[in-house]
Nanobody
Framework: VQLQASGGGLAHAGGSLTLSCAAS????????MAWLRQAPGKERELVAAISRGNSAYYEDSVKGRFTISRDNAKRTVYLQMNSLKPEDTAVYYC????????????????????WGQGTLVTVSS
């Protein structure tokens, strides 16, 4: 398994969850990492991305609420989600772009080469 995501679950509005995604060694050193999500009936959208150089990008609706980070020693990318809203309900996927340059945070979902299995986040009102 190249990417293994975990940490989804049920939260109340205003609550917090943290997602984790562990990557294989052959991916980690080369990849910009991202979290994307897909809600029922909607297209997959990029939520946050982080470059190999730790530059971060956030989709407007999550700015100030979500934080993406990466731990090189653990080869793991995290998504800390605070102040959750019902509209954050979706299946969340981690993904890796092994062709991104060092400082780049790819924002096109089609840029990503490897995908984790998805983890469901449900936020109740």
């Amino acid at each position: 398994v190249q990417l293994q995501a975990s940490g989804g679950g049920l939260a109340h509005a205003g609550g917090s969850l943290t997602l984790s995604c562990a990557a294989s060694g052959r991916i980690w050193s080369r990849a910009a990492m991202a979290w994307l999500r897909q809600a029922p009936g909607k297209e997959r959208e990029l939520v946050a991305a982080i470059s190999r150089g730790n530059s971060a990008y956030y989709e407007d609706s999550v700015k100030g609420r979500f934080t993406i980070s990466r731990d090189n020693a653990k080869r793991t990318v995290y998504l800390q989600m605070n102040s959750l809203k019902p509209e954050d309900t979706a299946v969340y996927y981690c993904a890796a772009d092994i062709n991104a340059i060092y400082s780049h945070t790819p924002q096109n979902p089609d840029s990503y080469d490897y995908w984790g299995q998805g983890t469901l986040v449900t936020v109740s009102s």
